[in-house]
């Protein structure tokens, strides 16, 4: 079955920490990927996908991700956090032209000022 | 542009009751998705649909019924609210295979 791993449940930093959150998934063809974003209290909004091209991706407040495929990996990078990036982290993946989303658990991130 | 909009915001039902949650999207999108989202065990896909008249059953679909009887509504239906049911409901549109989701707010369900 298609699965999507977020190996950090939870991640600690202190703000001007550089920030990865990993994710792979388990499919052999063509994916399209994304990581969302939830604000305490909100709902999920894109911070950035991929679907096709140049295989790192920039999105919103300076959050970056590279697709590898060999890996089956679409990392989640930030050079320097900031206290306002607390929140959760989800990675998705959609498979082919499978029309569902298949969701990581998520990893919670906090940053201390 | 509202973009997608779920009413209501909050609701506590007592077991046993039942209740119907709204999805609407004006951005004429032909996929519409019901999730769940508990701690610790992220978005679960409860029902979706593929176009106005369709509906699919997701992960976990026991106890829940949709329709969609048009394309910028999507209703999920508690027949007999349970306290497993107590969870935040978010609901999403989507225009083709090579887009990103739109969220609605969420519903923040508590059943007693």
């Known amino acids: 079955a298609q699965s999507v791993s977020q190996h950090n449940h939870h991640v600690i930093l202190s703000e001007a920490a550089s920030l990865e959150l990993g994710c792979n998934y388990s499919?052999?063809?063509?994916?399209?990927l994304f990581w969302y974003v939830q604000y305490p209290g909100q709902h999920l909004q894109l911070l950035l996908k991929?679907?096709?091209?140049d295989p790192l991706v920039k999105g919103i407040k300076g959050f970056e991700a590279e697709f590898i495929k060999s890996k089956f990996s679409f990392n989640l990078r930030k050079p320097s956090v900031q206290w306002s990036d607390t929140a959760e982290y989800f990675c998705?993946?959609?498979?082919?032209?499978?029309?569902?989303?298949?969701w990581g658990l998520g990893t919670s991130l906090a940053v201390n000022p | 542009n509202a973009g997608v909009t779920q009413t209501p915001k909050f609701r506590v039902l007592k077991t046993g009751q039942s209740m119907t949650l709204l999805c609407a999207q004006d951005?004429?999108?032909?996929?519409m998705y019901w999730y769940r989202q508990d701690p610790g065990m992220g978005l679960r896909l409860i029902h979706y649909?593929?176009?106005?008249?369709?509906?699919a059953k997701g992960e976990v679909p026991d106890g829940y019924n949709v329709s969609r009887l048009k394309k910028q509504n999507f209703l999920l239906g508690l027949e007999s609210a349970a306290p497993s049911q107590t969870s935040v409901y978010f609901c999403?549109?989507?225009?083709?295979?090579?887009?990103?989701?739109?969220f609605g707010n969420g519903t923040r369900l508590t059943v007693t």
């Open positions: 649909s593929v176009g106005e008249g369709t509906t």
């Open positions: 499919y052999g063809g063509t994916v399209n």
């Open positions: 991929y679907f096709s091209g």
């Open positions: 951005m004429n999108h032909e996929y």
């Open positions: 999403a549109s989507l225009w083709r295979t090579n887009s990103p989701l739109h």
């Open positions: 998705a993946v959609m498979a082919g032209n499978n029309r569902k989303l298949i």
